[in-house]
């Protein structure tokens, strides 16, 4: 039986062949990809945990670094108390997502802790999400060995302004942090404070001028996690 290749019907079937075909050789490279994307994810992961430390590395050498220097790796609930299981393979962006959707409890909600040792030195890098004026924010801080003193911070955002809230993942934002404190009698009282006017003390950094919402925003993720850590820095000075 011979096609006609001017029918409509030809042109219907051969756009609907093309398009099973296309997106089958889609679906299986997407599929093959996967585990190469999962293990660059993972390794950025590790490359943003050591810099909060201040151990530069690039991506490809950031697990063996993450080996050399994450001696411990801890997942508390909102209460503090150490539970069973993974650590790394806890997601904070996805569990933000979760809570601010209703689709999970903050009981239910886990947070990873990263105990490293640099130079003879202990550092608790605690991960962290929130929500700038477009989309998430998120970061790592590293507290020294006195669970109050920042001894590292970086942040990253997915779609804030350039040149305005997007500068908290520059060097002169997150270099503020370096020396401030966290807690006072037992609460949260680092800020981030209007920014421009050079009113940072210990316990504050200057926000993005310009980009108010998103300094915000990083506050206020750094106030309600860093409020969930400290009631496992209370039990270790008990």
Known sequence: MAFDKNSNGFTFGFAIAMVVVVGSVLALASMG??????ANIEKEKKQNILAAIQVTCDRDEAPELFDQYVKQLLVLNKDGEVLEGDAFGVDVKKQYREVRASARTPEDVMYPLYICEREGETYYVIPMAG???WGPVWGF???????NTI???TFDHKTET???G???NTGIFQ???QGDKVYEMGAV?????KGGGGNADEYGVDGITGGTITSKGVEEMLQRTLAVYQNYFASLNS
Request: glycine share 10%; hydrophobic share 45%; no cysteine.
């Open 162 to 164: 350039p040149g305005l």
């Open 151 to 153: 001894f590292g911070a």
């Open 189 to 193: 009282k680092l800020s981030v404070r």
């Open 166 to 168: 997007a500068e908290i």
């Open 175 to 177: 270099n503020q942090f």
């Open 33 to 38: 990809l996967k585990p190469f994307q999962k």
């Open 131 to 133: 929500s700038g004026l």
């Open 141 to 147: 801080v590293a507290l020294e060995s006195d669970l």
